[in-house]
């Protein structure tokens, strides 16, 4: 069974850093893209950052140059390193898998739209409360 989980969520102070990491299982990781997408309250999703099986990264205009994606496929972990965090960073964040061979059938997440139907495995979420 697919099972995607994060961790390393809390509290923070503006300017300062956090990062949050995703362990997942039940697909072939390291053949996966993953990514990692947020939710502040009465907002709609946005996807921070992705990480394909190539290596090849993407980030947001909002985070990049603050925060960094990296996996170890050796331990099925992606990582999101949040550096110079700002009230604006602080949301559920949300672990997504574009999982490869999974075995078990696809669970939704909260988000919705077109860009979010390519990642069919999410976590529960982790909250980032950014206090200025």
């Known amino acids: 069974e697919v099972s995607v989980v994060e961790s390393g969520g809390g509290s923070v102070q503006a300017g300062q850093s956090l990062s949050v990491a995703c362990t997942a299982s039940?697909?072939?990781?390291?053949?996966?893209?993953m990514a990692w997408w947020r939710q502040a309250p009465g907002s709609e999703c946005e996807l921070v950052s992705t990480?394909?099986?190539?290596?090849?990264?993407y980030y947001a205009d909002s985070v990049k140059g603050r925060f960094t994606i990296s996996r170890d496929n050796d331990k099925n972990t992606v990582s999101l390193q949040m550096n110079r965090v700002t009230p604006e960073d602080a949301a559920m964040y949300y672990c997504?898998?574009?999982?490869?061979?999974?075995?078990?059938?696809?669970?939704?997440?909260?988000?919705?739209?077109?860009?979010?139907?390519?990642?069919?495995?999410w976590g529960q979420g982790t909250q980032v409360t950014v206090s200025s």
């Open positions: 990480i394909n099986a190539d290596g090849s990264t």
């Open positions: 039940g697909f072939r990781f390291g053949d996966s893209d």
């Open positions: 997504a898998a574009d999982a490869t061979r999974p075995t078990s059938p696809r669970k939704s997440g909260p988000c919705r739209g077109w860009g979010v139907l390519k990642f069919g495995y």
